[in-house]
């Protein structure tokens, strides 16, 4: 399958800077990461999602289906909601985070930046007649909106009334002509917004909205996802670490009779995990993944991801570390290094304060 | 700080982490164990998606549970449960600003 490139990427910015995520060419910064970080938590931001898969499931059993291979109950989300879930191999590993959206005749599954590949196979090799699976990514640009004041961005783009919709509602929307699909919903904890565009309109609509939004990349995202505990499924899942360990098991329903996974999640809630992951702040030298946690000069744990919080100001990260260790508020040497483990979310977003007005 | 003295003090949060789940599945009567709730679990929106109302039952839950107001806190107080430990228990709240040691 073809690494994704951005439909847009004629019009971003001059100077920005490039990388490989996964299958995907996304941009990591446009301009610096200060500067865009600052607009995600500051102001309002514009997001190039086009590294994540649009995966449509159709047919008279696409609801079954997707009941099968998601880790969350679709079974009523209508064509005006959508929601994020874990997609799960059967040993209970993670394959991917998507977020579902409702449609009147079938679902699209959104995927994480960089994982469509890996989400389509895993689609395919679980199959099943009556349901069709259909990579739509070639047809649209998804853009996303986030920060504190990403809902008069939305008034001024498309429509005031849609800024205030409640939380992971979706509404089919037009903008200056064009029907979009226009969705309350982020990852930041800042107020978030996504329109997934026709890819003929997409570089009109990006240019656009660069008049209100800074544009912001992929390193300054996941940076504000990390400081409110948002999963990035390829930092944090591993070979052997189940959701528990991971600390993701919002995303799963288990009260669901049937999943692919849910056996290994059942005896994963049911058992004693052996690790779990907990945040943690100190030190300006970025720990690498796997870099020791001790106390008194015994290993407790490892570093799972970690990077430099503007926000903190410091280094933040995550740590796994044996369960009745994992808690906020305790000192531990991490490297050489003595770090804090930290309440979550770690920065607390200005959003939560700020009206929609 | 020894390993031990560590143990003890995410004991002491996870006992009230593990009080705040318990009453938030009873009084809003969430068809969930506490236990699958995680401490640093997002309580509004995304995470366990309560609502404006569930808040209002919480304010009145948490103060006759921990004898602690919250009515004038601000929407970050609910940002986890571990959070919302540090509120209903401000001996927690100070480890987690100092660290342990």
Known sequence: ?357 | MTLDELRATAAARHETCTQIKKMIVSRLDLPIEPAWITDDQPLFGRGLELDSLDVLELYVAIEAEFGVALYDSDMSVFGSVSRLADHVNPALAEQAQTGSA
Do not use: N
């Open chain 1, 1 to 357: 399958m073809e690494p994704l490139t951005s439909p847009v990427k004629a019009v971003h910015p001059e100077g920005a800077v490039y990388g490989t995520v996964l299958d995907a060419e996304v941009a990591l910064r446009f301009s610096t990461l200060d500067a865009e970080y600052e607009a995600i938590r500051e102001r309002a931001a514009l997001l190039d999602l086009s590294g994540e898969r649009i995966v449509e499931l159709s047919g008279g059993a696409a609801v079954d289906f997707a009941q099968k291979v998601l880790a969350r109950d679709v079974e009523y989300l209508t064509a005006e909601r959508c929601m994020t879930s874990l997609v799960l191999a059967e040993d209970g590993t993670v394959v991917d985070q998507v977020v579902v959206w409702g449609r009147e005749d079938s679902l699209l599954l959104e995927s994480s930046t960089g994982a469509g590949t890996r989400l389509l196979e895993h689609l395919r090799a679980h199959a099943e007649p009556g349901v069709e699976i259909t990579d739509r990514t070639a047809e649209y640009a998804l853009f996303g909106l986030e920060g504190p004041y990403a809902w008069g961005v939305v008034g001024r783009l498309i429509d005031g009334e849609l800024a205030s919709l409640p939380f992971e509602s979706i509404v089919d929307s037009q903008w200056d002509g064009v029907d979009v699909l226009f969705g309350r919903t982020g990852v930041t904890g800042e107020y978030g917004y996504k329109v997934l565009v026709p890819r003929e309109s997409a570089e009109r609509l990006w240019t656009k909205a660069l008049e209100h939004a800074v544009p912001a990349g992929q390193d300054a995202v996941e940076l504000a996802m990390l400081e409110v505990r948002q999963p990035v499924v390829r930092h944090e899942a591993g070979e052997g670490v189940d959701v528990l360990e991971m600390g993701a098991g919002w995303l799963v329903d288990i009260t669901k009779d049937e999943f692919v996974g849910r056996d290994a999640v059942v005896a994963a809630f049911e058992g004693t995990a052996e690790r779990r992951t907990v945040g943690f702040s100190g030190g300006a030298e970025v720990p690498a993944p796997g870099t020791p946690v001790t106390v008194g000069g015994e290993k407790i744990g490892e570093v799972v991801h970690a990077v430099h919080s503007i926000g903190l100001k410091s280094s933040l990260g995550l740590l796994r570390l044996p369960p009745d260790l994992a808690a906020a508020g305790l000192t531990v040497t991490v490297g050489d290094t003595e770090v804090v483990t930290l309440t979550s979310p770690y920065v607390t977003p200005k959003s939560w304060s700020t009206p929609i007005i």
